[in-house]
């Protein structure tokens, strides 16, 4: 039974190795090659902007400080984990969703954790409003969280639907 349990996450467990790999690689090429706060227009819309989030989403929650930053994140890694562990196999989507928020989650945890802050470089803009600046590892949280709320509103057509009793039986 154990052997089954683990290679049905297997696949799942590489996403999130993918999800680490790529956000700390790609934060590194940012760290080492993109000049600090200044940006980088790479379309009319998007652009290349490095800079340290010393908080969560939106820099919320910096006075917590990195320890308390630490836990938090380490706590909602946890109750995603028991979230992913309580999904039925035949959730793949959902599966692959908590996939990506853990993978998201631990890249910006090891961030906090080494460096004491988040590196963000993404920038959408406009010439009179511009988005928050984030990082790949958002990217991850985000989609992965769209995967999951995607698969709960269409869980309900996996669902067996109960037998109408007047209804004939298509087999006799």
């Given at each position: 039974m154990k052997s089954?349990?683990?290679?049905?996450w297997s696949p799942y467990a590489l996403l999130v190795i993918a999800a680490v790999?790529?956000?700390q690689w790609v934060k590194h090429l940012v760290e080492t090659g993109l000049?600090?706060?200044?940006?980088?227009?790479?379309?009319?819309?998007?652009?290349?902007y490095r800079t340290y989030n010393t908080g969560i989403a939106f820099s919320m929650l910096s006075s917590f400080g990195d320890t308390?930053?630490?836990?938090?994140?380490?706590?909602?890694?946890?109750?995603?984990?028991y979230l992913a562990?309580?999904?039925?196999?035949?959730?793949?989507?959902a599966r692959i969703g908590f996939a990506l928020i853990i993978g998201?989650?631990?890249?910006?945890?090891l961030d906090r954790a080494v460096q004491g802050h988040v590196i963000d470089y993404l920038l959408f803009h406009t010439p009179v409003w511009s988005f928050a600046v984030f990082n790949l590892a958002d990217v991850f949280?985000?989609?992965?969280?769209?995967?999951?709320v995607f698969d709960?509103?269409?869980?309900?057509?996996?669902?067996?639907?109960?037998?109408?009793?007047d209804a004939q039986d298509p087999d006799t």
């Open positions: 089954l349990w683990v290679s049905s790999a790529t956000d000049p600090f706060q200044e940006k980088l227009d790479l379309v009319p819309f998007l652009a290349l308390g930053l630490v836990v938090i994140a380490v706590l909602v890694v946890g109750f995603v984990l562990a309580r999904t039925p196999p035949g959730h793949s989507l998201g989650a631990l890249g910006n945890l949280i985000s989609t992965g969280a769209v995967l999951v709960e509103l269409v869980g309900w057509r996996r669902e067996a639907r109960p037998r109408d009793p």
